[in-house]
C-alpha cells in the first residue's frame, strides 16, 4: 500500500476534494435518467448573508439527507440560490453610498438599482462559496437568484394570475410600517419583543364642563402608552357594560390641546380593568382602533409622515420626532394642568425584523393578497398527512396559525425587488400619486396588470400612453413562496419540474414556518396542484453554553469559518450533529467541536493500521468466507449490519444525532477498540484483512454523509476490489445481509468483552502492574459458558493479560480475589500476591469513609423540606442521581475491603 500520513491534516486535503468533486460534475443531477428522482431546495440565504452556525446547521442536516440518498441510488438534486433580500439589501447599499455623501433619492432609482447590481456581482456569491467550504454538494451549475429573469417572470405570472382571479386587491389599512427602512412589513416581519414602557393617565375634558358621576369632575381619564398619537384622536371608548361611565352617550370629550370634538363610543374590545376603562381612540394609528373605528365608522386622520415625524396634521409639533412629541405633549399637558400620573408598564411592542426599529401602526394605502382562499387547503394536506412535520409538535403550530391567517400585505416602499406590475393610466384615473390608486378588484378602470409586454405602450382601456408604474416593490417573501417550483423553470413546463417536483424535504427554521414554509405550501398547491414538499424538518436554535442565543452585539458568535480552519469541515459538521436532539436547541462551546476532532483522527488511525497493514497478495476480491470467520468476525460483520439498519432507521426518522451517536460508537468502541485488537491475534491473516476492508468499506460509506472529506481520503486509498466506484459518492449504500445476521454471536461476545473488561477494571482499581500476568477463576453457570470461555480464553489471556486457572460450576470464591460478575459467570482475580494488603487496606478504608460521608451529606438535603419545595426540579434530580451513584460505590467498595480479607 502506499504511504499515508501517520496525522490526519483535514486542511491539507479539503479544497482539492471539493476542487475534484466539482470538475467531475459529481453533485450533478438528470433528467433523463431512469432513477427514481429525490430533491431537496436549499432555503436560499441572503445575499448578504455570511455564514454563521444556524446556517452550517441547516446545510449540514441537508447534505446528510443528500448525500445518504445519492449513495442509495436515487438521481438526487440539491437546488441551490440566493435570496435578493429586499430591506436587507437596499439597506447595505445604502450605508455604502452613504460613505460617498450618497443618498438613493439623489442617485435617483435607476442609478441606484445599478449600484445596487454591482454589489451583489462583487458580494452577492460570498455565502455560496462558504457553503462550498463546508462541503454542501449542491448542483451548483443550477444555482438560482430570486431576481433572475426566470424566477422574475414567475412572479409577474403569480401576481398577474392572482389579480384577475380577485385575490389581489389595494386599500388602506393600518400596518406595520419601519420608520428607518421607510416600508410597509408583515405581520411576520415585525417582531413582537417586551419593552418597558409608561402608562400617561391624561385628562380629557367634557365639553360643556358639566359634573360627571366620574369622580364628580368635568373630564375623564384616559390612559395611553403613545400620548403622541392623540393628536389623531376621533373619539374615546368605553365599554357599555362599565357602570362608572353610564349616561355619557350623549356628551361630546374636547381632544386635550388640539382642542377637536371627540365622539364616545361604546365597544364590547375595550378591556374595562386597562387604566381607567377609557380609551382613546386612533383608527390611523392603532390596528384595534382602526377595527374600532370602521365599526363606529370613525374618520381616520393620520398625524405622521414616512420617518415617524409629525406631518402638517400635528399642527405645532409638525417636524418633531414621534418620541420627541412624546415627551413635548407630555410636557404641554403637565403646564395645562391635564396630566394626572404616569406609571412603568411592560409592553409586547413590534420592531423591524431587519433593523430591529420600533415599527409604527400607520395607516397606509398597500397591495394585499387574500389568504384564506389559499390557506384552505394548506390546512387540509397538513391534517390529512400528505405534509409531515419533525417534530410533529410544529403541525400544531401551523395550523393554528392557518386557521387564524390575516391578508397578506406584500407592497413594499423600496427600490430593490421585484417592482409591482401595475399600471395605472392616468387619463382614466385622476390622481397626483400612483400610491393614493386603490383597487379592489381587477374590474378597475385604468390599473391594469400587462400580460405579454413588462413595459405596455398604452392603456388597455383609452388606449392612450399616459401610463406609470407603480412604483412599490413586491415583498422579498413574494419570490420566495414561489421557491420549490419557480427554481425548476415554472411557469414553463420543463423537464427538472417534471421530474423534481414535489420535492421530498425541506429543512429550515422554526422562525420562518409562518414567512415561507406555510406560503409554500399555498403556493405549491394554487400553481402546481400539488404541495410542494413532502417532510419538514425544523432544526433548533444554535445558542451559546448558557442557552443564550448567538448574535454579533453580544460577542457570543462562534464562526463556523474560523472552527473549520482549526479543526476542519468534517469535525464541525460530526460536532454539530452530534449534539442536535430532533428539533432541540442546540447549546455550543468551542471545546464541543474536540468531538468531532477526536473522531476524526480516530477513524484516520484505525484506517491507517489496516490500510497500511494489508497484504496486498491475500486481497483478491471483497467476499466474504463465513466458514472461515471466527467469534469476532461474526460479530464485528453482525453489528456492521445492525449498524446499517439502525442508522437507516434513524435517518428516516430525521433524528441525525441519534444515526451520528449510533455510528461513533460502532466505529469507535467496536471496531477500533476491540475489532482491530481481536483481529491482531487471528491466524487467519487473508479472512481477517477480508472483514477488515469489508466493514472499513461500509463504514466509510454510512459516515460519508456526515464527514465527506475524510471519507472520501481514505476511501481513494482502499484496494479496489473494496470499493465500487472512484469517488465515495458514486459507491453503493451499504445493504443488508441475512447470511452474517447472527444474534448468537453478538450475546457471547457480549460475554466475551464483559470478561475482558471485568478483569481490565480489576487490574486499574488495584493499581496491578501492567506486565504482570494475573490468575482468573471462573463460577460458571453452564456448559455453554465453559465452552465460550475455554474456547476463547486467547483472547481473554492476550487482552486482559491473564491466565484462565480454574473453571466450573459453583467454584468458591478464592481468598485474595476480587470479583467481577458478567451476567451467570464470577470471575476471580488472584491479588494477593500482587498487592500490599495493608496499604490497600488502608486506602479503602479511607476511601469508604469519604463516600459515607458524601452520601450522609446528600441524604441530610434531601430529607430537608425547604430544600425539596425550593429548590428546581433538575437540581433536585441530580441531587438524588449522585446519592445513589455514592450508593453503589459503597457496595462496590465494601466488597473490595472485604476480598482482601485472609480468612473468608
Same mark, same amino acid.
Given at each position: 500500500?502506499?504511504?499515508?500520513?501517520?496525522?490526519?491534516?483535514?486542511?491539507?486535503?479539503?479544497?482539492?476534494?471539493?476542487?475534484?468533486?466539482?470538475?467531475?460534475?459529481?453533485?450533478?443531477?438528470?433528467?433523463?435518467?431512469?432513477?427514481?428522482?429525490?430533491?431537496?431546495?436549499?432555503?436560499?440565504?441572503?445575499?448578504?448573508?455570511?455564514?454563521?452556525?444556524?446556517?452550517?446547521?441547516?446545510?449540514?442536516?441537508?447534505?446528510?439527507?443528500?448525500?445518504?440518498?445519492?449513495?442509495?441510488?436515487?438521481?438526487?438534486?440539491?437546488?441551490?440560490?440566493?435570496?435578493?433580500?429586499?430591506?436587507?439589501?437596499?439597506?447595505?447599499?445604502?450605508?455604502?453610498?452613504?460613505?460617498?455623501?450618497?443618498?438613493?433619492?439623489?442617485?435617483?432609482?435607476?442609478?441606484?438599482?445599478?449600484?445596487?447590481?454591482?454589489?451583489?456581482?462583487?458580494?452577492?456569491?460570498?455565502?455560496?462559496?462558504?457553503?462550498?467550504?463546508?462541503?454542501?454538494?449542491?448542483?451548483?451549475?443550477?444555482?438560482?437568484?430570486?431576481?433572475?429573469?426566470?424566477?422574475?417572470?414567475?412572479?409577474?405570472?403569480?401576481?398577474?394570475?392572482?389579480?384577475?382571479?380577485?385575490?389581489?386587491?389595494?386599500?388602506?389599512?393600518?400596518?406595520?410600517?419601519?420608520?428607518?427602512?421607510?416600508?410597509?412589513?408583515?405581520?411576520?416581519?415585525?417582531?413582537?419583543?417586551?419593552?418597558?414602557?409608561?402608562?400617561?393617565?391624561?385628562?380629557?375634558?367634557?365639553?360643556?364642563?358639566?359634573?360627571?358621576?366620574?369622580?364628580?369632575?368635568?373630564?375623564?381619564?384616559?390612559?395611553?402608552?403613545?400620548?403622541?398619537?392623540?393628536?389623531?384622536?376621533?373619539?374615546?371608548?368605553?365599554?357599555?357594560?362599565?357602570?362608572?361611565?353610564?349616561?355619557?352617550?350623549?356628551?361630546?370629550?374636547?381632544?386635550?390641546?388640539?382642542?377637536?370634538?371627540?365622539?364616545?363610543?361604546?365597544?364590547?374590545?375595550?378591556?374595562?380593568?386597562?387604566?381607567?376603562?377609557?380609551?382613546?381612540?386612533?383608527?390611523?394609528?392603532?390596528?384595534?382602533?382602526?377595527?374600532?373605528?370602521?365599526?363606529?365608522?370613525?374618520?381616520?386622520?393620520?398625524?405622521?409622515?414616512?420617518?415617524?415625524?409629525?406631518?402638517?396634521?400635528?399642527?405645532?409639533?409638525?417636524?418633531?420626532?414621534?418620541?420627541?412629541?412624546?415627551?413635548?405633549?407630555?410636557?404641554?399637558?403637565?403646564?395645562?394642568?391635564?396630566?394626572?400620573?404616569?406609571?412603568?408598564?411592560?409592553?409586547?411592542?413590534?420592531?423591524?425584523?431587519?433593523?430591529?426599529?420600533?415599527?409604527?401602526?400607520?395607516?397606509?394605502?398597500?397591495?394585499?393578497?387574500?389568504?384564506?382562499?389559499?390557506?384552505?387547503?394548506?390546512?387540509?394536506?397538513?391534517?390529512?398527512?400528505?405534509?409531515?412535520?419533525?417534530?410533529?409538535?410544529?403541525?400544531?403550530?401551523?395550523?393554528?396559525?392557518?386557521?387564524?391567517?390575516?391578508?397578506?400585505?406584500?407592497?413594499?416602499?423600496?427600490?430593490?425587488?421585484?417592482?409591482?406590475?401595475?399600471?395605472?393610466?392616468?387619463?382614466?384615473?385622476?390622481?397626483?400619486?400612483?400610491?393614493?390608486?386603490?383597487?379592489?378588484?381587477?374590474?378597475?378602470?385604468?390599473?391594469?396588470?400587462?400580460?405579454?409586454?413588462?413595459?405596455?405602450?398604452?392603456?388597455?382601456?383609452?388606449?392612450?400612453?399616459?401610463?406609470?408604474?407603480?412604483?412599490?416593490?413586491?415583498?422579498?417573501?413574494?419570490?420566495?413562496?414561489?421557491?420549490?417550483?419557480?427554481?425548476?423553470?415554472?411557469?414553463?413546463?420543463?423537464?427538472?419540474?417534471?421530474?423534481?417536483?414535489?420535492?421530498?424535504?425541506?429543512?429550515?427554521?422554526?422562525?420562518?414556518?409562518?414567512?415561507?414554509?406555510?406560503?409554500?405550501?399555498?403556493?405549491?398547491?394554487?400553481?402546481?396542484?400539488?404541495?410542494?414538499?413532502?417532510?419538514?424538518?425544523?432544526?433548533?436554535?444554535?445558542?451559546?453554553?448558557?442557552?443564550?442565543?448567538?448574535?454579533?452585539?453580544?460577542?457570543?458568535?462562534?464562526?463556523?469559518?474560523?472552527?473549520?480552519?482549526?479543526?476542519?469541515?468534517?469535525?464541525?459538521?460530526?460536532?454539530?450533529?452530534?449534539?442536535?436532539?430532533?428539533?432541540?436547541?442546540?447549546?455550543?462551546?468551542?471545546?464541543?467541536?474536540?468531538?468531532?476532532?477526536?473522531?476524526?483522527?480516530?477513524?484516520?488511525?484505525?484506517?491507517?493500521?489496516?490500510?497500511?497493514?494489508?497484504?496486498?497478495?491475500?486481497?483478491?476480491?471483497?467476499?466474504?468466507?463465513?466458514?472461515?470467520?471466527?467469534?469476532?468476525?461474526?460479530?464485528?460483520?453482525?453489528?456492521?449490519?445492525?449498524?446499517?439498519?439502525?442508522?437507516?432507521?434513524?435517518?428516516?426518522?430525521?433524528?441525525?444525532?441519534?444515526?451520528?451517536?449510533?455510528?461513533?460508537?460502532?466505529?469507535?468502541?467496536?471496531?477500533?477498540?476491540?475489532?482491530?485488537?481481536?483481529?491482531?491475534?487471528?491466524?487467519?491473516?487473508?479472512?481477517?484483512?477480508?472483514?477488515? +476492508?469489508? !466493514? $472499513?468499506? &461500509?463504514? #466509510?460509506?454510512?459516515?460519508?454523509?456526515?464527514?465527506?472529506? /475524510? *471519507?472520501?481520503?481514505?476511501?481513494?486509498?482502499?484496494?479496489?476490489?473494496?470499493?465500487?466506484?472512484?469517488?465515495?459518492?458514486?459507491?453503493?449504500?451499504?445493504?443488508?445481509?441475512?447470511?452474517?445476521?447472527?444474534?448468537?454471536?453478538?450475546?457471547?461476545?457480549?460475554?466475551?468483552?464483559?470478561?475482558?473488561?471485568?478483569?481490565?477494571?480489576?487490574?486499574?482499581?488495584?493499581?496491578?502492574?501492567?506486565?504482570?500476568?494475573?490468575?482468573?477463576?471462573?463460577?460458571?453457570?453452564?456448559?455453554?459458558?465453559?465452552?465460550?470461555?475455554?474456547?476463547?480464553?486467547?483472547?481473554?489471556?492476550?487482552?486482559?493479560?491473564?491466565?484462565?486457572?480454574?473453571?466450573?460450576?459453583?467454584?468458591?470464591?478464592?481468598?485474595?480475589?476480587?470479583?467481577?460478575?458478567?451476567?451467570?459467570?464470577? +470471575?476471580? !482475580? $488472584?491479588? &494477593?500476591? #500482587?498487592?500490599?494488603?495493608?496499604?490497600?487496606?488502608?486506602? /479503602? *478504608?479511607?476511601?469508604?469513609?469519604?463516600?459515607?460521608?458524601?452520601?450522609?451529606?446528600?441524604?441530610?438535603?434531601?430529607?430537608?423540606?425547604?430544600?425539596?419545595?425550593?429548590?428546581?426540579?433538575?437540581?433536585?434530580?441530580?441531587?438524588?442521581?449522585?446519592?445513589?451513584?455514592?450508593?453503589?460505590?459503597?457496595?462496590?467498595?465494601?466488597?473490595?475491603?472485604?476480598?482482601?480479607?485472609?480468612?473468608?
Amino acid at each position: 500500500m502506499k504511504e499515508i500520513p501517520s496525522r490526519y491534516d483535514p486542511l491539507s486535503i479539503e479544497e482539492q476534494i471539493y476542487k475534484d468533486w466539482e470538475e467531475k460534475k459529481l453533485f450533478s443531477a438528470k433528467t433523463g435518467t431512469g432513477k427514481t428522482a429525490y430533491s431537496i431546495v436549499i432555503p436560499p440565504p441572503n445575499v448578504t448573508g455570511i455564514l454563521h452556525m444556524g446556517h452550517a446547521l441547516n446545510n449540514t442536516i441537508q447534505d446528510i439527507l443528500i448525500r445518504w440518498k445519492r449513495l442509495q441510488g436515487y438521481e438526487v438534486l440539491w437546488m441551490p440560490g440566493t435570496d435578493h433580500a429586499g430591506i436587507a439589501t437596499q439597506n447595505v447599499v445604502e450605508r455604502s453610498i452613504a460613505k460617498e455623501g450618497l443618498t438613493r433619492q439623489v442617485l435617483g432609482r435607476e442609478k441606484f438599482l445599478e449600484r445596487v447590481w454591482q454589489w451583489k456581482d462583487e458580494y452577492g456569491n460570498t455565502i455560496i462559496r462558504q457553503l462550498k467550504r463546508l462541503g454542501a454538494s449542491c448542483d451548483w451549475d443550477r444555482t438560482r437568484f430570486t431576481m433572475d429573469e426566470g424566477l422574475s417572470r414567475a412572479v409577474k405570472e403569480v401576481f398577474s394570475r392572482l389579480y384577475y382571479e380577485g385575490l389581489i386587491y389595494k386599500n388602506n389599512f393600518i400596518i406595520n410600517w419601519c420608520p428607518r427602512c421607510e416600508t410597509a412589513l408583515s405581520d411576520e416581519e415585525a417582531e413582537h419583543s417586551e419593552v418597558e414602557g409608561m402608562l400617561y393617565y391624561i385628562k380629557y375634558p367634557v365639553k360643556g364642563h358639566d359634573k360627571l358621576e366620574v369622580e364628580n369632575e368635568d373630564y375623564i381619564v384616559v390612559a395611553t402608552t403613545r400620548p403622541e398619537t392623540m393628536l389623531g384622536d376621533t373619539a374615546v371608548a368605553m365599554n357599555a357594560n362599565d357602570q362608572r361611565y353610564r349616561g355619557l352617550s350623549e356628551k361630546i370629550i374636547i381632544l386635550p390641546i388640539i382642542g377637536r370634538e371627540l365622539k364616545i363610543i361604546f365597544d364590547e374590545s375595550v378591556d374595562p380593568s386597562f387604566g381607567t376603562g377609557a380609551l382613546k381612540v386612533t383608527p390611523a394609528h392603532d390596528p384595534v382602533d382602526f377595527e374600532m373605528g370602521s365599526r363606529h365608522g370613525l374618520e381616520r386622520i393620520n398625524v405622521m409622515d414616512s420617518n415617524a415625524k409629525i406631518n402638517e396634521l400635528g399642527g405645532d409639533y409638525q417636524g418633531m420626532d414621534r418620541f420627541e412629541c412624546r415627551e413635548t405633549i407630555i410636557e404641554d399637558l403637565k403646564e395645562r394642568n391635564l396630566f394626572i400620573k404616569s406609571e412603568k408598564h411592560v409592553h409586547s411592542v413590534r420592531h423591524c425584523y431587519r433593523c430591529h426599529t420600533m415599527s409604527e401602526p400607520r395607516l397606509s394605502n398597500q397591495w394585499f393578497v387574500k389568504m384564506k382562499p389559499l390557506s384552505e387547503e394548506a390546512i387540509q394536506v397538513v391534517k390529512d398527512g400528505r405534509v409531515n412535520f419533525y417534530p410533529e409538535r410544529w403541525t400544531k403550530v401551523y395550523l393554528n396559525w392557518m386557521e387564524n391567517i390575516r391578508d397578506w400585505c406584500v407592497s413594499r416602499q423600496i427600490w430593490w425587488g421585484h417592482r409591482i406590475p401595475v399600471w395605472y393610466c392616468k387619463d382614466c384615473l385622476d390622481f397626483k400619486d400612483a400610491r393614493e390608486v386603490k383597487v379592489s378588484g381587477p374590474n378597475v378602470k385604468g390599473v391594469f396588470v400587462p400580460q405579454e409586454k413588462d413595459f405596455p405602450e398604452k392603456c388597455p382601456y383609452c388606449g392612450g400612453n399616459n401610463i406609470v408604474q407603480d412604483p412599490d416593490v413586491l415583498d422579498t417573501w413574494f419570490s420566495s413562496w414561489l421557491w420549490p417550483i419557480s427554481t425548476f423553470g415554472w411557469p414553463s413546463d420543463t423537464e427538472e419540474l417534471k421530474k423534481f417536483y414535489p420535492t421530498d424535504a425541506l429543512v429550515t427554521a422554526q422562525e420562518i414556518i409562518f414567512f415561507w414554509v406555510a406560503r409554500m405550501i399555498m403556493a405549491g398547491l394554487k400553481f402546481m396542484g400539488n404541495v410542494p414538499f413532502k417532510d419538514v424538518y425544523i432544526h433548533g436554535t444554535v445558542r451559546d453554553s448558557t442557552g443564550t442565543k448567538m448574535s454579533k452585539s453580544l460577542g457570543n458568535v462562534i464562526d463556523p469559518l474560523e472552527i473549520i480552519g482549526e479543526v476542519g469541515s468534517d469535525a464541525l459538521r460530526f460536532s454539530l450533529i452530534s449534539i442536535t436532539s430532533q428539533g432541540q436547541d442546540v447549546f455550543l462551546s468551542k471545546e464541543k467541536f474536540e468531538v468531532g476532532r477526536n473522531f476524526s483522527n480516530k477513524l484516520w488511525n484505525a484506517a491507517r493500521y489496516v490500510l497500511m497493514n494489508v497484504d496486498e497478495t491475500f486481497i483478491d476480491n471483497s467476499e466474504l468466507d463465513l466458514s472461515r470467520f471466527s467469534l469476532p468476525d461474526k460479530w464485528i460483520i453482525n453489528s456492521y449490519f445492525e449498524t446499517i439498519e439502525k442508522v437507516e432507521s434513524s435517518l428516516a426518522g430525521y433524528r441525525f444525532n441519534d444515526a451520528a451517536q449510533i455510528l461513533y460508537d460502532f466505529v469507535w468502541h467496536r471496531y477500533c477498540d476491540w475489532y482491530l485488537e481481536l483481529a491482531k491475534l487471528s491466524h487467519d491473516k487473508k479472512n481477517v484483512q477480508s472483514v477488515l +476492508l469489508f !466493514v $472499513l468499506s &461500509g463504514i #466509510l460509506r454510512l459516515l460519508h454523509p456526515f464527514m465527506p472529506y /475524510i *471519507t472520501e481520503e481514505l476511501w481513494s486509498k482502499l484496494p479496489r476490489h473494496f470499493k465500487s466506484s472512484e469517488y465515495i459518492m458514486n459507491a453503493e449504500w451499504p445493504r443488508q445481509n441475512e447470511e452474517f445476521i447472527n444474534k448468537d454471536a453478538e450475546f457471547s461476545m457480549a460475554k466475551l468483552m464483559g470478561i475482558i473488561s471485568a478483569i481490565r477494571n480489576i487490574r486499574a482499581f488495584w493499581n496491578l502492574d501492567a506486565s504482570s500476568i494475573v490468575d482468573v477463576s471462573f463460577n460458571v453457570g453452564n456448559d455453554d459458558d465453559i465452552e465460550l470461555i475455554e474456547k476463547e480464553k486467547k483472547y481473554i489471556e492476550k487482552l486482559a493479560r491473564a491466565k484462565v486457572c480454574n473453571m466450573s460450576k459453583g467454584l468458591e470464591r478464592p481468598a485474595l480475589s476480587a470479583s467481577g460478575i458478567i451476567g451467570d459467570i464470577k +470471575l476471580y !482475580v $488472584l491479588i &494477593g500476591s #500482587l498487592i500490599d494488603v495493608e496499604k490497600e487496606t488502608a486506602r /479503602i *478504608t479511607k476511601k469508604i469513609i469519604e463516600t459515607e460521608n458524601y452520601f450522609n451529606s446528600i441524604d441530610r438535603k434531601l430529607k430537608n423540606k425547604e430544600f425539596i419545595e425550593k429548590a428546581p426540579r433538575e437540581v433536585v434530580q441530580k441531587e438524588i442521581e449522585k446519592k445513589d451513584a455514592f450508593k453503589k460505590q459503597i457496595v462496590v467498595l465494601n466488597e473490595n475491603l472485604d476480598a482482601l480479607k485472609p480468612n473468608r
